[in-house]
């Protein structure tokens, strides 16, 4: 059986934050989406934020960054 995917919003400062909360108001569901923010790091640590919260398993990403 193969694992769950994994959804993970990518995004400025507190926006994914943001959009997490409204889709867990709107559906009700928790836990299906991770948010990652570039908030105060460089594209090194923001690779290693990607790195934690992919964990290895399948995942989709919603991002907004170019």
Avoid: Y
Wanted: with cysteine; glycine share 6%.
């Amino acid at each position: 059986m193969s694992e769950p995917l994994r959804g993970v919003i990518v995004s400025h400062a507190a926006v994914a934050q943001a959009l997490l909360a409204a889709v867990t108001v709107i559906t009700g569901v928790r836990d299906a989406l991770v948010p990652v923010s570039n908030d105060g790091c460089d594209t090194g640590a923001l690779a290693e934020r990607l790195t934690q919260a992919i964990d290895n398993k399948p995942a989709v990403l919603f991002v907004d960054l170019p």
